[in-house]
């Protein structure tokens, strides 16, 4: 009997089931590797996303990620086969996104332009032509990809002190390197009300629905975090929850599990210390949903 057709990946079956264990450790050595990407204050590796490429596309398949930083989804897609599109809100990450695979093959597109405008189709109008060039399908004016991947802001934790050590924070903002995203009003990061930023937030991945094909999959990497009063935000669990919530009718997004990355390397901070108990999050879940009619 012949194996079953594998409509999903271009995995073995040894290969998909390796995928599917709910924790794995990645510390990329490409996050040192030059000051343009360093400047990124919250980015995430090129070979964790590779992996999850490897597991929701086919080679030659289109990927979407909303919130794009200084472009490690796109140089994955680069590497990998895989037509990447990134949309960046930040002006400077969006150039160092582009300058990352301006020679790439297949061609990858990074877009300065604000998340929320993505399940409209004036915002696609006048980048359709290249987009369907580079063999992404177009539905109702707007594009279809088989995959989207994406690490939104973690609220205002890169705001946000935890202790009076000499913190990474701190460290990148003796180097020079960001430690916020910006300071703009249209900035997700930037707002101090939490119940809005999930709210806005959600907006983000409900205009990414309409642009993923049905059956197909969402990744979004995130982190709980501890707020500046001491309360620990459960943000990917609330977060789930935003992303799941479906107004109206149509389409929505349903929670199909999590991945957990590991950082294995990542330095440890003595926070609270000697008065009270703060962790040392070395872990992000990779929150996975499918589109469903």
């Given at each position: 009997?012949?194996?079953?057709?594998?409509?999903?990946?271009?995995?073995?079956?040894?290969?998909?089931?390796?995928?599917?264990?709910?924790?794995?450790?990645?510390?990329?050595?490409?996050?040192?590797?030059?000051?343009?990407?360093?400047?990124?204050?919250?980015?995430?590796?090129?070979?964790?996303?590779?992996?999850?490429?490897?597991?929701?596309?086919?080679?030659?398949?289109?990927?979407?990620?909303?919130?794009?930083?200084?472009?490690?989804?796109?140089?994955?897609?680069?590497?990998?086969?895989?037509?990447?599109?990134?949309?960046?809100?930040?002006?400077?990450?969006?150039?160092?996104?582009?300058?990352?695979?301006?020679?790439?093959?297949?061609?990858?597109?990074?877009?300065?332009?604000?998340?929320?405008?993505?399940?409209?189709?004036?915002?696609w109008r006048a980048r359709?032509?290249?987009?369907?060039?580079?063999?992404?399908?177009?539905?109702?004016?707007?594009?279809?990809?088989?995959?989207?991947?994406?690490?939104?802001?973690?609220?205002?934790?890169?705001?946000?002190?935890?202790?009076?050590?000499?913190?990474?924070?701190?460290?990148?903002?003796?180097?020079?390197?960001?430690?916020?995203?910006?300071?703009?009003?249209?900035?997700?990061?930037?707002?101090?009300?939490?119940?809005?930023?999930?709210?806005?937030?959600?907006?983000?991945?409900?205009?990414?629905?309409?642009?993923?094909?049905?059956?197909?999959?969402?990744?979004?990497?995130?982190?709980?975090l501890r707020a500046p009063?001491?309360?620990?935000?459960?943000?990917?669990?609330?977060?789930?929850?935003?992303?799941?919530?479906?107004?109206?009718?149509?389409?929505?997004?349903?929670?199909?599990?999590?991945?957990?990355?590991?950082?294995?390397?990542?330095?440890?901070?003595?926070?609270?210390?000697?008065?009270?108990?703060?962790?040392?999050?070395?872990?992000?879940?990779?929150?996975?949903?499918?589109?469903?009619?």
């Amino acid at each position: 009997m012949a194996p079953p057709r594998n409509e999903l990946n271009d995995l073995t079956g040894r290969e998909w089931i390796k995928f599917t264990r709910t924790w794995f450790v990645c510390d990329s050595p490409r996050y040192w590797q030059n000051r343009d990407t360093e400047l990124h204050p919250a980015r995430f590796p090129e070979e964790m996303v590779a992996d999850f490429l490897g597991f929701f596309t086919k080679r030659g398949g289109a990927v979407l990620d909303p919130f794009a930083g200084s472009g490690a989804t796109l140089v994955a897609c680069a590497e990998n086969g895989r037509a990447g599109v990134g949309v960046e809100l930040n002006a400077r990450y969006a150039r160092t996104a582009a300058q990352r695979v301006a020679e790439a093959s297949p061609a990858q597109t990074a877009i300065r332009g604000d998340a929320r405008e993505i399940g409209r189709a004036e915002f696609w109008r006048a980048r359709r032509e290249a987009l369907t060039a580079a063999g992404i399908e177009f539905r109702r004016g707007l594009p279809q990809f088989d995959f989207a991947i994406t690490s939104p802001p973690y609220w205002q934790m890169l705001r946000t002190s935890r202790g009076g050590v000499f913190s990474k924070q701190k460290q990148r903002a003796a180097k020079g390197l960001d430690t916020v995203y910006s300071k703009g009003r249209n900035d997700l990061g930037n707002i101090a009300d939490y119940a809005e930023f999930l709210r806005e937030l959600g907006r983000v991945f409900r205009a990414a629905r309409r642009c993923v094909k049905e059956g197909k999959y969402l990744v979004v990497v995130a982190q709980n975090l501890r707020a500046p009063d001491g309360d620990v935000r459960p943000l990917a669990w609330d977060l789930a929850r935003e992303i799941v919530r479906s107004p109206g009718r149509g389409a929505r997004w349903q929670f199909q599990g999590e991945r957990i990355w590991c950082q294995n390397t990542k330095q440890l901070g003595i926070w609270g210390y000697p008065k009270v108990f703060v962790p040392n999050y070395h872990h992000h879940y990779c929150l996975i949903f499918r589109k469903q009619a």
